[in-house]
Nanobody, 121 residues
Framework: VQLVESGGGLVQAGGSLRLSCVDS????????MGWFRQAPGKDREFVAS???????KLYGDSVKGRFAISRDNENMATLQMNNLKPEDTAVYYC????????????????WGQGTRVTVSS
């Protein structure tokens, strides 16, 4: 498994960003994919996860109603982030796990290098 994230950057509060994650190793056909984030000085925080078939999706409480995750194919997932807030500023990591619940609990099989998201007020 080789997860590669893209799409981070700097945006003003209220703006949007789209993160993508690709498994270049092409081994995640039946695994859940998703994201967690980590802000400076804080613990890792679950953001969202999606089942291998795109049907089941879970979200962290702080992003519900603003973020949307999708499974584009067996090796790619996308996180659409809308109405961004300064508290969303963090490094976002794409991750893989056996199930969406395991990913929510941060019981991870693999994760990427991370992409930085900065939201200015």
């Amino acid at each position: 498994v080789q997860l590669v994230e893209s799409g981070g950057g700097l945006v003003q509060a209220g703006g949007s960003l789209r993160l993508s994650c690709v498994d270049s190793g092409r081994t995640l056909r039946t695994s859940a994919m998703g994201w967690f984030r980590q802000a400076p000085g804080k613990d890792r925080e679950f953001v969202a996860s999606v089942r291998w078939d795109g049907v089941t999706k879970l979200y962290g409480d702080s992003v519900k109603g603003r973020f949307a995750i999708s499974r584009d194919n067996e090796n790619m997932a996308t996180l659409q982030m809308n109405n961004l807030k300064p508290e969303d500023t963090a490094v976002y990591y794409c991750a893989a796990a056996g199930t969406t619940v395991e990913l929510q609990s941060l019981w991870l099989d693999a994760w990427g290098q991370g992409t930085r998201v900065t939201v200015s007020s």
